[in-house]
């Protein structure tokens, strides 16, 4: 059974960095691409940021290049957002996302319970 | 600010068919597959459709989905309490070169 379980979410700081972690099991986590997927309160759902299955490419948009890191350690079976100068508007709950392919972000056919992460003073 | 439009709700009664819409462009829609996913109440959203009409294994043929052109759409017939989520279209964008959703669809059965 994949699972997919997101931690360290919480409440920081305009300007502050925060770090989540998704540990994936039930499936080759080398084998797919993973993204990250958030939808602040009351909106709808905003891609974040993708990264192929070997690590070796890696996709934002816009919103956020510059800014978010997506890494994975296929060793740990475990991908990373890595989220510097964070301002208000990135406050939103944040999935992670198994992707159907190895590249590209394509579809996801599994997701995370997804971890709240608050940007306020 | 989404590149694809969906309309804000949609609404019919138990046993009826619903139809959400899901308008895109070229560079989105056009040209590239479109996905479905249904999120419940208070839960992660879930795939429900995925390269325009198929299903994953556990979704009910209740759901079909169909494109034109640059638009999509997601048919649920035989409507049901339990099908009371939002509904989120998605698709590959060749000019952003991101992957974007729908503005989402919030489905009510009367």
């Known amino acids: 059974e994949v699972q997919l379980v997101e931690s360290g979410g919480g409440l920081v700081q305009p300007g502050g960095s925060l770090r989540l972690s998704c540990a994936a099991s039930g499936f080759t986590f080398s084998s797919y691409a993973m993204s990250w997927v958030r939808q602040a309160p009351g909106t709808g759902l905003e891609w974040v940021s993708g990264?192929?299955?070997?690590?070796?490419?890696?996709y934002y948009p816009d919103s956020v290049k510059g800014r978010f890191t997506i890494s994975r350690d296929n060793s740990k079976n475990t991908l990373y957002l890595q989220m510097n100068s964070l301002r208000a508007e990135d406050t939103a709950v944040y999935y992670c996302?198994?992707?159907?392919?190895?590249?590209?972000?394509?579809?996801?056919?599994?997701w995370g319970q997804g971890i709240l992460v608050t940007v306020s003073s | 600010q989404s590149v694809l439009t969906q309309p804000p709700s949609a609404s019919e009664t138990p046993g009826q068919r619903v139809t959400i819409s899901c308008s895109g462009s070229?560079?989105?829609?056009?040209?590239?597959?479109v996905y479905w996913y249904q999120q419940l109440p208070g839960t992660a959203p879930k795939l429900l459709i995925f390269r325009i009409n198929q299903r994953p294994s556990g979704v009910p043929d209740r759901f079909s989905g169909t494109k034109s052109g640059a638009s999509a759409s997601l048919a649920i017939s035989g409507l049901r309490s339990e099908d009371e989520a939002d509904y989120y279209c998605?698709?590959?964008?060749?000019?952003?070169?991101?992957?974007?959703f729908g503005t989402g669809t919030k489905v009510t059965v009367l």
């Open positions: 070229s560079s989105n829609i056009e040209n590239n597959y």
């Open positions: 990264i192929s299955g070997r690590g070796s490419s890696t």
């Open positions: 998605a698709a590959w964008d060749d000019t952003l070169s991101d992957y974007v």
């Open positions: 996302a198994k992707d159907y392919g190895s590249g590209s972000p394509y579809y996801f056919d599994y």
